[in-house]
């Protein structure tokens, strides 16, 4: 019996975030902050992680993001979502700038109407909040608090051990 190779699948260099790499710090602090968000708020919000978004402003993945609770359809899913979360969390990872983590912030998610972005920095152990008007709201320690949903989470159980 011959066996023919098979191609390894190629994958598009049209879609950046599609190539984007991850690291352990950044898949903790993804789960963690999954955890942490679905213990207090599971009643109140479905979170989910790496959801394909599609916007009018553009197609994007962030690592979480958080949308008002609504009853599961197993039977039907969704591959893109076009629905617009709440709040989206992006983690830096080692491979991205800064800068091209809040274009897609001011160009993709601010336009699409969600309300809230956090950017977690996992090096300086910094979470900030942006809101569509270009505020700030950056957290060093104590208690994180998102000005439009309401969630709250500390600083210290992100960044634990």
Avoid at 98 to 111: A, G, Q, T, W
Wanted: proline fraction near 6%.
């Amino acid at each position: 019996m011959r066996m023919e190779a098979v191609a390894e699948p190629q994958l598009s260099s049209q879609d950046p975030e599609e190539e984007k790499m991850s690291s352990r710090n950044h898949s903790k602090l993804q789960s963690r902050l999954a955890f942490l968000l679905l213990l207090a708020y599971q009643k109140q919000y479905d979170v989910f992680t790496e959801l394909d978004l599609e916007f009018a402003s553009g197609k994007t993945r962030p690592d979480l993001c958080i949308f008002p609770k609504r009853t599961s359809d197993w039977l039907t899913d969704e591959i893109v979502v076009q629905d617009v979360p709440l709040t989206t969390l992006e983690i830096l990872s080692p491979e991205q700038s800064m800068n091209s983590l809040l274009e897609r912030i001011y160009k993709k998610h601010f336009p699409a109407g969600v309300k809230t972005v956090w950017l977690i920095v996992p090096a300086l152990q910094i979470v900030s909040i942006f809101l569509p008007n270009r505020k700030q709201i950056n957290f060093t320690e104590g208690t994180i608090t998102d000005p439009e949903t309401g969630i709250q989470l500390q600083l210290a159980e992100i960044f634990e051990g």
